[in-house]
């Protein structure tokens, strides 16, 4: 008898212990940024941005004055270059216009302020694909999510630990302890290989995701809105237009800035988007470049056009005949661009 107490007790100490573990280093790391983040290195993954960043505006809901909403793209702005707003992105990957609306009214009634500034960014994604969408339950319900109490005694929690501790990212993009994003991979961008992240066919009403759009800007004062379109590379726009998706993709985005929202387009073909090295894959563009994006839209490029083009006040053709003269003037320097990456390549070979 007093073997078999004496086996449970060990027991019953073991699974204290390996508890007790797992929940002391899911502390430290807080993967899913319930406090402060990574205590350990100061790095930190994006394992559920759909969570993790709902914890992290619980924190801060109370300074809160702007809203940035977009896919995996948009969280390369860093909300810190928004001077005279507090800034909180809530941008995370594959972010879909339908989860944006429902997480504006969750954001919306745990707000303590005024929004005062909200950042829009259109996706082409949201017009011409059908990936479906993943809210998690506590959105729909208005509720905050689970206790970091029965995250932390988790082992799937502490899987994303030990993978932040030895480095293991999920994506090439990671947080700082600033939870601003940055990128952390040696890719680099190479338009001569398959492109990444494409639109490919018409998967959606384009005028109904435009309606969508229109429903979320509709949330907040007319004038606090800003739409955008991220940087996306030429040969990205080259691609839209070859499959025919270009026009109307512009047409749909049209439609918006003809209700009065703010609307500049950063996908038009410049010298910016030629530059393959300010992306490493052409779809997502480094955070000093949407450093200029966010100097753009907030009027502190001291009035230079030389980046992004202001859409309102455009006719719907004068906009589209202006994207494909950009594309049209750049197409020689893309076939040299394309052509000189090929001779560096055959070099390698």
């Known amino acids: 008898m007093n073997y078999y107490k004496t086996q449970i007790f060990i027991f019953s100490c073991t699974s204290i212990s390996i508890m007790l573990i797992v929940f002391v280093v899911n502390l430290l790391v807080d993967p899913l940024w319930y406090f402060n983040g990574n205590k350990v290195t100061d790095r930190n993954f994006a394992f559920n941005e759909r969570v993790s960043k709902v914890n992290q505006f619980h924190n801060k809901k109370d300074n809160i004055d702007c809203l940035i909403f977009g896919s995996s793209r948009t969280t390369l702005i860093h909300e810190s270059k928004f001077q005279d707003n507090t800034c909180f992105n809530m941008s995370f990957s594959a972010g879909r216009i339908d989860e944006f609306i429902q997480y504006s009214d969750y954001l919306l009634s745990y707000s303590n302020n005024k929004i005062d500034k909200v950042i829009i960014s259109i996706e082409p994604q949201n017009y011409f694909s059908t990936i479906p969408v993943s809210v998690p339950d506590f959105i729909h319900t208005m509720e905050k999510p689970d206790s970091f109490l029965s ?101 749909s985005i049209h439609l918006i800035s003809k209700e009065g929202f703010t609307i500049y387009d950063f996908s ?82």
């Open 268 to 349: 038009i073909v410049s010298d910016v988007t030629v530059n393959t090295k300010n992306t490493y894959d052409g779809s997502h563009y480094f955070p000093f470049v949407n450093e200029r994006v966010v100097e753009v839209i907030t009027g502190d490029n001291n009035g230079s056009n030389e980046f992004g083009l202001y859409v309102n006040g455009m006719t719907q053709d004068n906009y589209i005949a202006y994207h494909k003269n950009e594309l049209g003037k750049l197409n020689g320097r893309l076939k040299r661009v394309t052509n000189s990456l090929k001779v560096k390549q055959d070099k390698k070979i």
């Open 151 to 251: 995250a932390y005694f988790s082992m799937d929690s502490f899987i994303y630990s030990l993978r932040t501790l030895v480095g293991l990212s999920p994506l090439e993009r990671e947080y700082n302890k600033n939870f601003e994003s940055v990128v952390n991979t040696s890719k680099k961008f190479n338009p001569d290989l398959e492109l990444a992240q494409t639109v490919s066919g018409f998967g959606n009403d384009l005028e109904g995701v435009s309606r969508q759009y229109l429903e979320l800007a509709s949330r907040y004062e007319r004038e606090n809105v800003i739409f955008y379109i991220p940087p996306i590379s030429a040969w990205h726009v080259k691609d839209m237009d070859d499959k025919g998706l270009l026009d109307y993709f512009l047409k």
